[in-house]
T-cell receptor
Framework: AQKITQTQPGMFVQEKEAVTLDCTYDTSDQSYGLFWYKQPSSGEMIFLIY??????QNATEGRYSLNFQKARKSANLVISASQLGDSAMYFCAMRVWVRNTGFQKLVFGTGTRLLVSP | GAGVSQSPRYKVAKRGQDVALRCDPISGHVSLFWYQQALGQGPEFLTY????????KSGLPSDRFFAERPEGSVSTLKIQRTQQEDSAVYLC?????????????FGQGTRLTVV
């Protein structure tokens, strides 16, 4: 089964500190993509970072980096120098092929609520 | 606008009422997805359109749910005879190319509350 597991319902971090949000995934596919999205209270899903299954280097986007450990099937998000505006829900997602259809869909975890304190 | 637009942002429906949720994808985007996000959960796939063709509707929870995209742009998700378990945020996403292999852009969602 294609599944994303986020075991941290909530995380607290002080402003300017770094924080790691955990994500493990399960798939038998060789080709897949891993994403992190931020969902503020306004509701939209904001794309943060992407890692392809064949990418050897860990992805980085500004203050965001993805710690990809393929053998462990983990794709943790690291946010450096946290800011108050980082407080939101964070979702890990995997893009997978839907069998016999020719398209890919996103499978999401249950999310982690991050609270950044001053 | 430049992004994916959904309307209404909020909808309160009495149990048994029919509702229609609208999604305006980014112009020219071929792929369109609907996801359902229950409270405290991650989004779950409902259905996929490639232009006007609905290629997969395996995620629709029951035959009360119906989606269409008749001209390959705007899409409507209709829920007939709403039930309390239909209360959720409904998210629409579009991506440029067929197959959903390019970046998905999400709307702000429609929060449906069935009372």
């Amino acid at each position: 089964a294609q599944k994303i597991t986020q075991t941290q319902p909530g995380m607290f971090v002080q402003e300017k500190e770094a924080v790691t949000l955990d994500c493990t995934y399960d798939t038998s596919d060789q080709s897949y993509g891993l994403f992190w999205y931020k969902q503020p209270s306004s509701g939209e899903m904001i794309f943060l970072i992407y890692q392809g299954s064949y990418d050897e280097q860990n992805a980085t986007e500004g203050r965001y980096s993805l710690n990809f450990q393929k053998a462990r099937k983990s794709a943790n998000l690291v946010i450096s120098a946290s800011q108050l505006g980082d407080s939101a829900m964070y979702f890990c997602a995997m893009r997978v092929w839907v069998r016999n259809t020719g398209f890919q869909k996103l499978v999401f975890g249950t999310g982690t609520r991050l609270l950044v304190s001053p | 606008g430049a992004g994916v637009s959904q309307s209404p942002r909020y909808k309160v429906a009495k149990r048994g009422q029919d509702v229609a949720l609208r999604c305006d994808p980014i112009s020219g985007h071929v792929s369109l997805f609907w996801y359902q996000q229950a409270l405290g959960q991650g989004p779950e796939f409902l259905t996929y359109f490639q232009n006007e063709a609905q290629l997969d509707k395996s995620g629709l929870p029951s035959d009360r749910f119906f989606a269409e995209r008749p001209e390959g742009s705007v899409s409507t998700l209709k829920i007939q005879r709403t039930q309390q378990e239909d209360s959720a945020v409904y998210l629409c996403a579009s991506s440029l190319l067929e197959g959903g292999s390019t970046e998905a852009f999400f709307g702000q969602g429609t929060r449906l509350t069935v009372v």
